[in-house]
Nanobody, 124 residues
Framework: QVQLAESGGGLVQAGDSLRLSCTAS????????MGWFRQAPGKEREFVGG??????TTYYADSVEGRFTIARDNTKMYLQMTDLRPEDTAVYFC???????????????????WGQGTQVTVSS
């Protein structure tokens, strides 16, 4: 079992930056990936980005490429968000998967464990 806890959400203005954190505990050993997803009201949960624990390689959704950066530090993962826009408003979730490094896990079904989410609201 893996437990995930997000933090760092809040209310910001358009153009601001914000950093989210995700702390993993439990069976966080070996090679695994972690990812960020977000879900806006009335919309499907969508992939934001992911990172390989072993290689540190990252990959992103086109909508956030160049604005968001994922980093990891031991069992923590971070999502640095810059140039935030109102359309970035959503609940942000972190997720964990044991998929191998070569597999770009982008689908909701690719991940086995999820955090409870943290709200990010961007005002215009």
């Amino acid at each position: 079992q893996v437990q995930l806890a997000e933090s760092g959400g809040g209310l910001v203005q358009a153009g601001d930056s914000l950093r989210l954190s995700c702390t993993a505990s439990g069976n966080v050993f070996g090679d695994y990936k972690m990812g960020w997803f977000r879900q806006a009201p009335g919309k499907e949960r969508e992939f934001v980005g992911g990172i390989s624990r072993r290689l540190g390689t990252t990959y992103y959704a086109d909508s956030v490429e160049g604005r968001f950066t994922i980093a990891r530090d031991n069992t923590k993962m971070y999502l640095q968000m810059t140039d935030l826009r109102p359309e970035d408003t959503a609940v942000y979730f972190c997720a964990h998967t044991m998929r191998p490094d070569w597999y770009a896990a982008r689908g909701r079904g690719d991940y086995e464990y999820w955090g409870q989410g943290t709200q990010v609201t961007v005002s215009s």
